[in-house]
């Protein structure tokens, strides 16, 4: 009974610690938690689990802040060799709110005949998470392209600020894919990405 007794006010005041203990920093903004990182980049995992990803697994992902204009990024994307991805990510004027789209293109600059796609978000503009539906002409594109089952995507990016982690998801009825970014630890900024030749002087 004494042992009882002794336990049980020590085990009270831990519960009375962890319910205290400090929580950890928040998170800044979206554009703040953007701009704070502009001009590094990271490295990058797939932590879903889908095996059509099975590729992605298999290569090294880095994700380079390179453009941090008033109201745009732009976040090219390397998997692997692979330099033809960037997400370009807008203010849609006064009221707030984000525009994402997806940049494809070949290793001669030219844009992939998928190009330009994403949507708008339904998000608080300020929220660590923002939501992108697909919008119509992103699913008049998927049409055209013969993959009208993408229609139903929605993807997220996602700022961390606080936990120092980036993160881009794709999910709709069936398929998920969530990559993530560790912000703490830059990596050499990759090689440039694939872009239209320059015009002649």
Not at 142 to 168: C, H, L, T
């Amino acid at each position: 009974m004494m042992l009882r007794l002794a336990v049980a006010p020590a085990f009270a005041l831990l519960l009375a610690a962890c319910a205290t203990a400090p929580a950890g920093p928040p998170d800044l903004p979206f554009a703040e938690g953007l701009s704070a990182v502009c001009g590094k980049a990271f490295e990058g995992r797939v932590v879903s689990h889908d095996a059509v990803d099975d590729e992605w697994r298999e290569n090294r992902l880095v994700v380079h802040v390179r453009d941090c204009e008033p109201g745009v990024f732009r976040l090219p994307l390397s998997v692997g060799e692979d330099r033809s991805r960037t997400w370009v990510l807008t203010a849609t004027g006064p009221g707030g709110g984000w525009e994402l789209r997806h940049v494809h293109r070949h290793e001669d600059g030219s844009l992939d005949a998928l190009t330009s796609y994403g949507g708008y978000s339904v998000s608080d503009p300020s929220a660590a998470r923002q939501e992108f539906p697909a919008d119509q002409s992103t699913k008049d594109l998927f049409d055209r392209e013969g993959i009208p089952v993408s229609k139903a995507n929605v993807w997220a990016v996602e700022v961390r600020s606080g936990q120092q982690m980036f993160a881009y998801e794709l999910k709709r009825p069936e398929r998920f894919f969530r990559v993530e970014v560790d912000l703490s630890r830059p990596v050499e900024i990759p090689p440039p990405h694939w872009a239209p030749p320059a015009p002649p002087m």
